[in-house]
């Protein structure tokens, strides 16, 4: 009986060996501390600096950088990776090039959703150029697919 317990830990253990789960982190990852140095009413450079260049910008009515990032997972190392999340970090200028507010996007539910106010997005440019990012994720198949 002891043999038969000691033979069922050991491939138990050696089963839970074989699943090394892999997390792939593409773009921009959003440091806290780099966010508190670009408070609203900072200056585009100061952002530049904190921040570093964004992935793309827009001009709606005043300028917005845009920073992109993914989260992947790999289950197995001979898998592909699965897209598991996306984030879309956006800082919005007003007029006089200063910050006006930051927001952390991303789906929630399957819509644009944004993680510093909680709240969704109403429609305009930027609610459509977001939205058209992050459903862009979704492939034919069902599963998200990658922008990078």
Not at 36 to 65: C, H, I, M, R
Not at 68 to 97: E, G, H, T
Not at 123 to 139: N, R
């Amino acid at each position: 009986m002891a043999f038969a317990l000691g033979i069922a830990v050991l491939s138990v253990s050696s089963l839970t060996a074989c699943t090394t789960s892999e997390v792939l982190n593409q773009g921009y990852i959003v440091d806290p501390k780099s966010l508190e140095l670009v408070p609203p009413g900072s200056s585009k450079e100061q952002v530049l600096l904190a921040l570093g260049s964004p992935s793309t910008k827009a001009t709606f009515d005043n300028e917005v950088f845009y920073y992109i990032s993914q989260k992947r997972i790999r289950p197995v190392a001979f898998m592909s990776p699965r897209l598991v999340d996306q984030r879309i970090l956006a800082v919005y200028f007003n007029k006089d090039d200063r910050v006006e507010r930051i927001a952390d996007y991303g789906l929630k539910d399957g819509r644009v959703f944004d993680f510093v106010t909680r709240t969704t997005p109403t429609g305009g440019k930027d609610a459509s150029f977001l939205g058209q990012v992050l459903s862009d994720t979704v492939g034919d198949a069902g599963g998200p697919t990658s922008l990078f």
